[in-house]
């Protein structure tokens, strides 16, 4: 690991480094200037839903002190930033009137990150779906779909020139499946034939977005990179039986195939199909083309892999490299695995890492956090990366999650990923020691890229 820190893997010139967060994690401000709410402000509502009874309201205050924030994203040398939309925000009951002071924070928040020179990446649903549809039947109900979709253009025409990148979705496979299939999340159902009828509906929005995204942007001439970002680990048998190979196939045709061969190749996986049986998605003509239509880029979320194992009670994965505080196994090898997979699968188009990090327990010592096993956690993710990459990946960026501790969803803030500490009483911010190794490992790459320039420029001359 030493040698990772000291030595670290060289990455191309032109390679995005970011952080990111989404809306409902950080913004607060829950019924501010005409927010509606989300289905996560009424799920933190019920009792027992969330770990530590704590909501959204307030959060990491961001809605007031974006300003604050943006410059810590400034200070780290970081020029891309990833997050998301509150949709209630911009359209209080996901249909209907649009509410400028929602659209202004916006528009603010993309002021304050031009002026430093910080790309905006935006991811349009990071799971905060608006009450006012969930009430009508969420995203059970096909013509959430279409609501999406005027949601999306109506972004896009407004701020489409000003986005770097436009992401659909933010894991589709947790807001079904997590939200639908095991009521972890909201809007707190439990029932695995709505989960898969969910994961249709929200492949769906994602297509008929894109076609809305596109007619704006040909419209008016902004080029946004649109894409989905998608949850993703790699399927390891916990042994060499058949029954455990057959369970790490099963798992990673509903898991990962589930929405990348719609995508890529307009059809869902068979294995998993046959598996779903009578929970099987009700397709209409026609889905498919409006879904597997070309990506500028492809999201992929890391942050471990699944451990397929068939015995009972079942193999443990062996976490050599330890767990987090989420008891998440860490295992950058996986992510390795999984880039060299997809590549070998599908035709990709530029890959980012929209999300990769790790929860610790960082206690605030005489006012300082060392968290060195988050710098291992990201240093050895980086070194897998650039293995994917040497082994032919096309990966065109990384985000670290996150920038703030926040809203870690059914957790509330007992978890906290960012490199940067949040006191929430206070709304103290501090960077933690990964945020200064962060700085300077994206300030050594432009050192050595830039060197490399003005090398390859000698020998031209
Ligand atoms: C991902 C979510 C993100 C955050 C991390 C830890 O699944 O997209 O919002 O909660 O996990």
Redesign the pocket.
């Known amino acids: 690991m030493t040698d990772l820190l000291t030595n670290p893997p060289r990455f191309a010139a032109d390679f995005t480094w970011g952080v ?3 809306a409902f ?1 950080i913004e607060g401000a829950a019924s501010a200037d005409g927010k509606g709410p989300s289905i996560w402000d009424t799920f933190c509502r019920q009792s027992g839903a969330i770990t530590d009874d704590s909501n959204g309201d307030i959060a990491c205050d961001h809605y007031h002190r974006f300003e604050e924030d943006v410059d810590l994203i400034a200070a780290m040398g970081l020029r891309a930033y990833r997050f998301s939309m509150a949709w209630s925000r911009v359209q209080p009951s996901g249909s209907g009137p649009w509410n400028e002071a929602g659209f202004d924070f916006y528009a603010r928040l993309l002021d304050a990150l031009a002026a430093r020179g910080i790309e905006a990446h935006l991811t349009l649903y ?2 905060d779906l608006p009450q006012g549809l969930q009430d009508q039947g969420g995203w059970l109900e096909r013509t959430t779909a279409c609501h999406f979709a005027d949601y999306a253009a109506e972004v896009t025409r407004r701020f489409g020139h000003r986005l770097a990148s436009i992401a659909t979705h ?2 589709p496979w ?1 807001s079904a499946n997590l939200g639908y299939g095991n009521a972890q999340f909201a809007p707190g159902v439990a029932d695995a034939g709505a989960a898969i009828q969910v994961s249709h509906h929200l492949l769906l929005s994602h297509g008929l977005a894109m076609t809305a995204m596109r007619a704006v942007c040909k419209q008016l001439g902004c080029s946004p990179k649109l894409g989905i ?1 998608l ?1 993703q680990w790699c399927a390891d048998p916990a042994t060499d039986s058949a029954a455990d190979i057959a369970l790490a196939a099963l798992e990673y045709a509903r898991s990962v195939e589930w929405f990348m061969d719609p995508l890529f190749k307009g059809h869902y996986p068979a294995l998993a199909l046959q598996a779903h049986g009578e929970h099987a998605p009700q397709v209409a003509d026609g889905d498919f083309a409006i879904i597997c239509q070309p990506l500028d880029f492809l999201g992929v ?1 890391y ?1 471990f892999r699944a451990w397929c194992s068939a015995a009972i009670p079942p193999l443990p994965p062996p976490a050599l490299l330890g767990r987090t505080a ?1 008891g998440w196994e860490i295992y950058p090898q996986g992510l390795t695995e999984l880039l060299l997979k997809l590549h070998q699968q599908y035709a990709l188009p530029p890959v980012y890492i929209t ?1 990769n ?1 790790m ?1 610790s327990a960082d206690l605030l010592r005489h006012g300082a956090i060392d968290d060195v096993e988050r710098i291992e956690f990201v240093a050895s993710h980086l070194a897998a990366l650039k293995a994917a990459i040497d082994g032919g990946v096309n990966v065109a960026g990384y985000f670290l ?2 920038l703030l501790d ?1 809203f ?2 059914n957790s509330g803030y007992a ?1 906290r ?1 960012g490199i940067v500490h949040v006191d929430y009483a206070s709304q103290r911010r501090t960077p933690k020691a990964s945020a200064r190794w962060y700085r300077d490992f994206v300030a050594q790459q432009r050192a050595a890229t830039n060197g490399e320039d003005n090398h390859e420029n000698d020998e031209n001359h």
Do not use: D, I, P, R
Request: with cysteine; charged share 15%; proline share 0%.
């Open positions: 990111a967060t989404s994690q990071h799971w933010n894991e947790c970002v949850n979320n942050y989420m999300e990090g929860a999650w996150s926040n870690e969803w978890k990923f």
